[in-house]
């Protein structure tokens, strides 16, 4: 499911577009992961981009500091889903009821954390990593005569 859609004639995809789909942060063209974020396979990701061919794992175990920005957004979604629950229960008195609302969003929202995290990773926490217009464009296809 596409989020944003872009327009045919801008050959400049926004950031925020590339993102939420899930695109290269080089080119913004290439799928970083192989399948979709909810499904009954586990997310595979590319090794490299199939537009511009970036890889996409920098070094042996790149994508361990990936793990801190999951945790991240582990404790923000903990805590907005803690607090929603006592705005609307105003039970303050119950930790099962903490426990039985926030265990199940942790373990829904694990493949969002695993997705986003990785590239939270690739688009703000790369250095060096930036979009490169020129690499956005179609390959010019040779055509014997």
Known sequence: MK???????????????ALVNSKCPRCRRGDVF???MYGFRAQKMNENCP???LK????PGYFYVAMFVS?????????????????ITHNSESPWLYMAVIFPVVV??????YRYSRLILLYYLTPG????PE???????KTAI
């Open 3 to 17: 989020l944003f859609t872009e327009k045919k004639e801008d050959h400049r995809i926004s950031q925020l577009y």
């Open 34 to 36: 192989q399948n979709s």
């Open 51 to 53: 537009h511009c061919n």
């Open 56 to 59: 996409f794992e920098r070094e």
């Open 71 to 87: 945790y991240g957004f582990n404790v923000a979604q903990m805590i907005i889903a803690g607090l929603l629950t006592y705005f």
């Open 108 to 113: 829904v929202l694990a493949p969002f954390n």
């Open 129 to 132: 990593l930036h979009y490169v």
């Open 135 to 141: 690499m956005s464009r179609d390959k010019k296809v």
